[in-house]
């Protein structure tokens, strides 16, 4: 695998690794099912690269596509607490919804960026070649969310949606409004999806209406990788095991399809994707047969 690959795949697991923290908070801290993220992620490239080609700023139109995200989260949220939709249907619902809102935003499938300003490009550094200076900045960018998002979810509001998630029933006799936390724990969740599709539409030239499919199964993976390498009950270490999946993620990624050996191509993404899910799930199984044997003799 050449350098640039590799600086390629560190580029897109960084992305992703904005997305792992969304699912993160849908699946592990709130127990939610949440498939509007397949549709919230190309809301946010959308929305981002229909506003810079309009003309805006790149980092106001991140800021928006961001908070677009986050009312997708929202509007999934209320479906279930407020209509009593179940949480798989409402996340589905949404997600289909999103894919004609998207289309509506765009005006057409996709809208190009690549003659237009983007937040990498008006942070690179002049000595700094491109493809250097995005994973760069990147990697502040997702530093600065984690660190924002372990801040958070140790405040009060915080500890309320971790509550809400654990041991909802409990949460409620505590005083917990359960279903606003609900609320807003979609919202930051579908928040920093959006964010990673904005910046993703930037990185890659463009944003296009088929960007976001399989975009949950890629933050299960980041999820469920992170989670075997580094086990742990601190949210703290959690956070930076799913972004450090997410990295891992893409790297097995572009070593499956750069290995030519191997003879896989693009169009075995979505094997290459199942069979690094399905290792990272028996591993622990297999870590905790390999403990249990020394006991037994």
Do not use: H
């Not at 309009?54 to 800021?63: C, E, K, L, Q, R």
């Not at 929202?74 to 619902?93: E, F, P, Q, Y």
């Not at 296009?208 to 992170?226: E, P």
């Amino acid at each position: 695998m050449s350098i640039y690959s590799m600086w390629g795949a560190l580029e897109i697991g960084l992305i992703f690794g904005l997305v792992a923290l969304g699912v993160l908070i849908s699946f592990r801290i709130l127990r939610f099912p949440d498939l509007t993220v397949d549709g919230s992620f190309p809301l946010g490239g959308a929305t981002a690269a229909t506003l810079i080609s309009a003309g805006w700023d790149p980092f106001s139109a991140t800021v928006v596509a961001t908070f677009a995200g986050a009312l997708a989260g929202m509007v999934t949220g209320w479906l279930n607490v407020k209509l009593r939709i179940m949480d798989l249907l409402a996340s589905i619902l949404m997600m289909i919804a999103l894919y004609s809102i998207n289309l509506r935003i765009m005006g057409r499938p996709n809208v190009p960026l690549i003659m237009e300003p983007t937040v990498f490009t008006s942070l690179q550094p002049g000595f700094l070649v491109d493809y250097i200076a995005r994973p760069l900045i990147l990697l502040v960018v997702v530093v600065v969310v984690k660190v924002l998002l372990d801040w958070y979810m140790s405040t009060q509001m915080g500890l309320a949606i971790r509550a809400t998630g654990s041991n909802p029933r409990m949460a409620r006799a505590q005083g917990v409004a359960t279903g606003a936390m609900i609320l807003v724990g979609m919202a930051i969740s579908n928040a920093l999806c959006a964010l990673a599709g904005a910046l993703f539409a930037q990185s890659q030239g463009g944003a296009d209406i088929s960007m976001g499919i399989g975009t949950i199964v890629i933050g299960l993976a980041a999820v469920i990788v992170g989670e075997s390498i580094m086990p742990s009950r601190r949210l703290l270490v959690t956070t930076l095991a799913v972004i450090i999946g997410a990295v891992l993620y893409r790297f097995f990624i572009a070593l499956a399809l750069n290995a030519d050996f191997i003879g896989l191509k693009a169009q075995d993404l979505n094997l290459v994707t199942a069979v690094l899910v399905t290792v990272a799930l028996v591993l622990p199984l297999l870590k905790q047969r390999l403990r249990g044997k020394p006991g037994k003799g």
